[in-house]
């Protein structure tokens, strides 16, 4: 658990790819501090607490406590989370929403229906998965490329795969090495076959893809392995559910999500 901090004890992450801009901070112990709502914080205790067998725990940040943040005279409750990203010389990552519902239990008429609307109008209804972000480094060619939200909403779910291309293919049209997105392939079914069997709600959640941009264009023939994560996070909108099975939307996303990424390996 994390004590009261003032101003001169964080700093803003710089490779923050998705939600409300300026909102993830890294403190002084290397850890990240995310505002949180009250529903988050309980999501991660009864994991903790409650469902301790669960492998979910190994697909998600490791949760170390909550704290206060003060931003501009503000004081904002944070959840203490492991920093994915502190073993990245060149940190690349994609922010994909999932699941094909984006609102939680105690949301009001209006934000369902402004939810539902969101879902149906872009790729999350039809895919279960919406691209909220994502920057890609590539040290070797000296290029870079960051997106926004505006590039998930753009693309439709007959274009989602197009919406890779970026974070898969770089500016010199070099694919990705393989054994990046056969790692990829690997986590992603691994985190499915979780989902299958648990029972909790995963709505408005996102997925993380993250790999190291240092190498990762070019066929390194005696690397096998390179530094890559999937991680789930964002639960500000999510419960556990016993007795009422798995999260199917959520599961139909990332295995849509499975499907593109076998797609990029069949580029090769």
């Known amino acids: 658990m994390e ?12 490779n923050q790819v ?4 300026d909102s993830i901070f890294v403190l002084e112990s290397g850890l990240i ?5 009250k529903t988050e914080v309980n999501f991660y205790t009864t994991l903790y607490n409650q469902y301790k067998e669960y492998q979910l725990i190994k697909h998600i940040p490791k949760y170390y406590g909550t704290t206060v943040i003060t931003q501009d005279n503000v004081e904002k409750e944070c959840v203490v989370l492991e920093n994915l990203l502190k073993n990245y010389s060149h940190p690349c990552i994609i922010d994909i929403k999932i699941g094909t519902r984006l609102y939680g239990e105690a949301a009001s008429e209006e934000k369902k229906q402004r939810m539902e609307y969101q ?13 909220c972000g994502l920057k890609v480094v590539d040290p070797q060619s000296n290029t870079s490329f960051k997106a926004g939200k505006e590039l998930g909403r753009s693309l439709s779910a007959s274009t989602i795969s197009e919406g890779f291309k970026p974070f898969f293919i770089n500016q010199d049209k ?28 995963l709505y408005s959640s996102s997925v993380l ?5 240092n190498f990762a264009f070019t066929e390194v023939k005696e690397r096998t392995e390179f530094l890559t994560d999937v991680k789930l996070i964002d639960f500000a909108h999510s419960h556990f559910c016993r007795g009422e099975g798995p999260d199917e939307g959520a599961v139909f996303g990332l295995k849509n999500l499975l499907d593109i990424i076998e797609s990029y390996i069949r580029l090769h």
């Open 18 to 21: 998705g939600g409300h801009k």
């Open 174 to 201: 070099v694919l990705i090495n393989k054994s990046i997105l056969n790692q990829f392939k690997s986590k992603i079914s691994n985190l499915i076959e979780v989902l299958k069997v648990e029972e909790y709600r």
């Open 119 to 131: 879902a149906q109008s872009t790729t999350s209804r039809e895919t279960g998965m919406r691209i």
């Open 33 to 37: 501090a995310k505002p949180c709502l």
């Open 209 to 213: 893809l993250i790999y190291d941009g």
């Open 3 to 14: 004590d009261k901090l003032d101003a001169n004890n964080w700093k803003l992450l710089d």
